[in-house]
T-cell receptor, first 116, second 110 residues
């Protein structure tokens, strides 16, 4: 079955540590996204990528980094510069068109990141 | 700045008791309004896309409608398995122009 796989399901970060969240899709989608979900807030966009080897900052990119070396993969690194990383992180993909309008998002099952 | 407000924050229904969830929005130019369902500890799952005022879409016990200022998700004769958080989102253009609401947490009691 096609879909998006996120790993790990739970992740703990120590002070000063960088951690990487994995996201793999087999939907053959061009566009991929990372969102952060906090209680009582709407999903917020961290980074998005319309095509391999290209990505753009979203609304809350500070303290995060990404890469898009393969169409199927879009890993997110939470760096030590992100002072409040505890949240539920969601990876998503969409078909990817020239404009990106009206595209429904397909989400992974999420990674819960907590600080030790 | 685009804004999406969902109400109520939480809704508790008896099985079979129909109701509606509201999504009010303010956008510079609506390209699409989306409804998603999210179960605890899972990612959102797509339900509907609406593009223009007057449009309606149905799926099983769910029906989504759209006006120029708001969208409703009507739930007819809900069952316990309909319990979830329902998210509304609007796209005002481009991959980065999607704004999500905070969701309505629905609980259906047997």
């Amino acid at each position: 079955d096609g879909g998006i796989t996120q790993s790990p399901k739970y992740l703990f970060r120590k002070e000063g540590q960088n951690v990487t969240l994995s996201c793999e899709q087999n939907l053959n989608h061009d566009a991929m996204y990372w969102y952060r979900q906090d209680p009582g807030q709407g999903l917020r966009l961290i980074y998005y990528s319309q095509i391999v080897n290209d990505f753009q900052k979203g609304d809350i990119a500070e303290g995060y980094s990404v890469s898009r070396e393969k169409k199927e993969s879009f890993p997110l690194t939470v760096t030590s510069a992100q002072k409040n990383p505890t949240a539920f992180y969601l990876c998503a993909s969409s078909i990817g068109s020239l404009r990106g309008y009206n595209e429904k998002l397909f989400f992974g099952s999420g990674t819960q990141l907590s600080v030790l | 700045e685009d804004q999406v407000t969902q109400s109520p924050e939480a809704l508790r229904l008896q099985e079979g008791e129909s109701s509606s969830l509201n999504c009010s929005y303010t956008v510079s130019g609506l390209r699409g309004l989306f409804w998603y369902r999210q179960d605890p500890g899972k990612g959102p799952e797509f339900l509907f896309t609406l593009y223009s005022a007057g449009e309606e879409k149905e799926k099983e016990r769910l029906k989504a409608t759209l006006t120029k200022k708001e969208s409703f998700l009507h739930i007819t004769a809900p069952k316990p398995e309909d319990s979830a958080t329902y998210l509304c989102a609007v796209n005002s253009g481009g991959y980065q122009k999607v704004t999500f609401g905070t969701g309505t947490k629905l609980q259906v009691i047997p």
